[in-house]
């Protein structure tokens, strides 16, 4: 199973956990990341963050480190 922040640029993954925890996890799914949503990887930022990526119609920028806490396949 790889994370979200290991797709690469031009992927579409779908989400299959989302291992954060409290705030994190609300943030995470105020977003409409949710379980079994098709994410396509835009952009990736070469050195930091963000990684901005197309969550049910909507372009939506994403840290590094929430995008690690997203399970994908």
Same mark, same amino acid.
């Given at each position: ?16 956990? #989302? ?8 943030? #995470? ?45």
């Amino acid at each position: 199973m790889q994370t979200l922040r290991e797709a690469s640029c031009g992927q579409k993954v779908k989400v299959m956990k #989302i291992t954060g925890e409290g705030p994190v996890k609300r943030r #995470i799914m105020d977003m409409g990341i949710t379980k079994g949503v098709e994410i396509f990887v835009r952009k990736v930022a070469p050195l930091g963050d963000p990684m901005e990526v197309m969550v049910r119609g909507y372009e939506l920028s994403l840290r590094k480190a929430d995008a690690k806490m997203i399970e994908v396949e």
